[in-house]
């Protein structure tokens, strides 16, 4: 069983920011993709940032610019951080992992950007 835990979720002020941790029970070098996802009340999960690999990422349009995905092997662990909020980026922020045996969720963390 896999088990990926957040961390770092809050209050901010627009135009704050803030560093979300994803810490993994397995290697991060064993998941194909790794990334985030944010859901906003009863609306669809959208992705955020995933990254591919090493190195491949993919944003959002919305946070391209402002966020930054990164991933540590060593640490089994995946962050994102995330630069001048807006009260848009509301939401509950969940850490996904993939590979070819499943498909992991964490249960999220909540980021508040008031205005």
């Known amino acids: 069983q896999v088990q990926l835990v957040e961390s770092g979720g809050g209050l901010v002020q627009a135009g704050g920011s803030l560093r979300l941790s994803c810490a993994a029970s397995r290697r991060i070098w064993n998941f194909n993709t790794v990334g985030w996802y944010r859901q906003v009340s009863d609306k669809q999960r959208e992705l955020v940032a995933v990254i591919t690999g090493p190195f491949v990422t993919n944003y959002a349009d919305a946070v391209k610019g402002r966020f930054t995905i990164s991933r540590d092997n060593a640490k089994n662990a995946v962050t994102l951080q995330m630069n001048s909020l807006k009260p848009e980026d509301t939401a509950v922020y969940y850490c996904?992992?993939?590979?070819?045996?499943?498909?992991?969720w964490g249960q999220g963390t909540q980021v508040t950007v008031s205005s």
């Open positions: 996904n992992a993939k590979n070819d045996r499943g498909d992991y």
